[in-house]
């Protein structure tokens, strides 16, 4: 099982920068991709972007592709993901999410929440205008 704790939100100014960190804990961290979900107040939460075990596969939604990083430094057991280029759309709770299980796997399985066994509690990000 893995435990996730965010970090980093805070309030930014539309345009400006910042990374969100993901701390784990957990033997099964390093053997499982990983991913970022965002949800603002009454909507659904939804995909972001996600990164293989290695670190050489990542994966953006359309609306963050060119302006999100995702990585992982996995001998810290942490993920990252540095957000440039901040708009007031990006506000949003972020959730880090640990896949579960492999096995689980299908058509684009790493924009799906079923991909993710374990989440973290969320870091607020809120960009203003």
């Known amino acids: 099982q893995v435990q996730l704790v965010e970090s980093g939100g805070g309030l930014v100014q539309a345009g400006g920068s910042l990374r969100v960190s993901c701390a784990a804990s957990g033997r099964t961290f390093s053997s499982d991709a990983m991913g970022w979900f965002r949800q603002a107040p009454g909507k659904e939460r939804e995909f972001v972007a996600a990164?293989?075990?290695?670190?050489?596969?990542?994966y953006y939604s359309d609306s963050v592709k060119g302006r999100f990083t995702i990585s992982r430094d996995n001998a810290k057991n942490t993920v990252y993901l540095q957000m440039n280029s901040l708009k007031p759309e990006d506000t949003a709770v972020y959730y880090c999410?640990?896949?579960?299980?492999?096995?689980?796997?299908?058509?684009?399985?790493?924009?799906?929440?079923?991909?993710?066994?374990?989440w973290g509690q969320g870091t607020q990000v809120t960009v203003s205008s």
């Open positions: 999410a640990a896949e579960g299980s492999r096995k689980n796997r299908g058509s684009s399985w790493y924009l799906a929440m079923n991909t993710y066994a374990y």
């Open positions: 990164i293989s075990w290695s670190g050489l596969i990542t």
